[in-house]
Nanobody, 123 residues
Framework: QVQLVESGGGLVQAGGSLRLSCAAS????????MGWFRQAPGKEREFVAA????????WYADSVKGRFTISRDNAKNAVYLQMNSLKAEDTAVYYC????????????????WGQGTQITVSS
C-alpha cells in the first residue's frame, strides 16, 4: 500500500506559476512510476505528466509540454510538478498517482491515488 498526499494547490492568475508536491509513504517509493493527472468539472480525468522510477524518463501531455516540469526526489519520497505560464484551461483538480507498471499515460494502470488538490487559474 502507498499513501499519497498532494499539496501546493490554490488560486493563481493566468500567466502565473505554482508548484505541486506529492508526499508518498508506505512501500518503496522508487519502485513506482509516478504521474500527475487532472480532472476538470464535467470532464474525464486526463494525463498531465509522469516520471520514471529513477527520474531519468519523463512524459508530458501536449497541452502542458514546455510549461510544466515533473521531477522526483526518491530520498524524500516526493514528486513535484512545476507549473509555469498557467492558463484558465489548466483549472482542475490535480491528482498524484503511483504505478507499478510501465504505462505512464493511462490512468487505469495506476495503482494508488492521492485525494487531489484544486488549481484555479483566473483569466
Amino acid at each position: 500500500q502507498v499513501q499519497l498526499v498532494e499539496s501546493g494547490g490554490g488560486l493563481v492568475q493566468a500567466g502565473g506559476s505554482l508548484r505541486l508536491s506529492c508526499a508518498a509513504s508506505g512501500r518503496t517509493f522508487s519502485n513506482y512510476l509516478m504521474g500527475w493527472f487532472r480532472q476538470a468539472p464535467g470532464k474525464e480525468r486526463e494525463f498531465v505528466a509522469a516520471v520514471g522510477r529513477s527520474g531519468g524518463s519523463t512524459w508530458y501531455a501536449d497541452s502542458v509540454k514546455g510549461r510544466f516540469t515533473i521531477s522526483r526526489d526518491n530520498a524524500k519520497n516526493a514528486v513535484y510538478l512545476q507549473m509555469n505560464s498557467l492558463k484558465a484551461e489548466d483549472t482542475a483538480v490535480y491528482y498524484c498517482a503511483a504505478d507499478r507498471g510501465v504505462d505512464p499515460t493511462n490512468p487505469r494502470r495506476y495503482d494508488y491515488w492521492g485525494q487531489g488538490t484544486q488549481i484555479t487559474v483566473s483569466s
